[in-house]
């Protein structure tokens, strides 16, 4: 699955998964690009940075003018706070939409002559969320199970020039990890609900973007992937009071 001579852009790659990424693309080869917001705490061993925030059209078009080729565009920028439908406005949940699904198909109509002159790929980075009920995130859940969607609309009408793929991801260890799940006997409680008994680290997603956008998945596109360590133990399983061994 080697990547040599590739160009690559992540976005949001300057942290957790999206590190993850970059250095993973890095490994198999590729010259790679990331754009955020804000530069890296720690300067990048292996990337170019470039300071772009993904909702801005103009922003994103001045950067992919820049490059003199793009072999693949992974689209990992996004995230949320934990909020309550009812606890926000509209206006609100609307920027999570606007971050997780809109800026994704921004950055992919920019990209796509690139793409169509390498023959190129996309990968979108999803979500569990997409698939699932998700309190506290709907409005990101809906926006990933969009995405989704949108990936595989995309691969219908770019084929047979660009392939469009969909990593799911499920629950990651990243930087925020301890925050999010609440110190390491929080994430150890956490991962016990993962049939695989861990958490995804930034490396197994990596990897799994590289297989999607390397020459072993050539004829892979409108696909999710789903990365997700087997997904979660369905709670009926442990509230039932019989079959306690199935």
């Not at 250095?23 to 720690?42: H, I, K, L, S």
């Not at 861990?198 to 998945?217: H, I, Q, T, Y």
Request: charged share 20%; aromatic share 4%; with cysteine.
């Amino acid at each position: 699955m080697e990547l040599n001579g590739k160009v690559a852009v992540v976005t949001g790659g300057t942290r957790g998964l999206g590190a993850g990424l970059a250095r993973a693309f890095a490994e198999a080869g590729a010259q790679v690009v990331v754009c955020a917001r804000r530069p890296p705490e720690t300067p990048l061993k292996d990337a170019e940075f470039r300071a772009v925030d993904v909702r801005d059209p103009q922003a994103v078009h001045r950067l992919l003018a820049d490059l003199p080729r793009l072999d693949v565009l992974v689209n990992n920028a996004g995230g949320t706070p934990y909020r309550l439908l009812a606890d926000a406005d509209a206006e609100r949940h609307v920027r999570v939409i606007d971050l997780n699904l809109t800026a994704p198909l921004t950055v992919s109509l920019a990209a796509y002559e690139h793409l169509r002159r390498s023959r190129g790929s996309v990968v979108m980075i999803g979500s569990v969320s997409g698939g699932r009920p998700s309190p506290g995130s709907a409005a990101y859940g809906a926006a990933k199970a969009g995405l989704e969607s949108l990936a595989r609309s995309m691969a219908v009408e770019w084929a047979p020039e660009v392939r469009v793929n969909t990593l799911v991801v499920g629950l990651a260890r990243t930087d925020a990890a301890d925050a999010h799940y609440g110190g390491p006997a929080g994430v150890a409680a956490v991962s016990r609900t993962v049939p695989l008994g861990r958490l995804a680290e930034p490396s197994d997603v990596g990897a799994a973007a590289v297989f999607l956008a390397s020459d072993a998945a050539a004829y892979i596109t409108g696909a999710s992937l789903l990365v997700h360590g087997g997904g979660e133990r369905p709670a009926f399983l442990d509230a039932a009071t019989v079959n306690k061994g199935s």
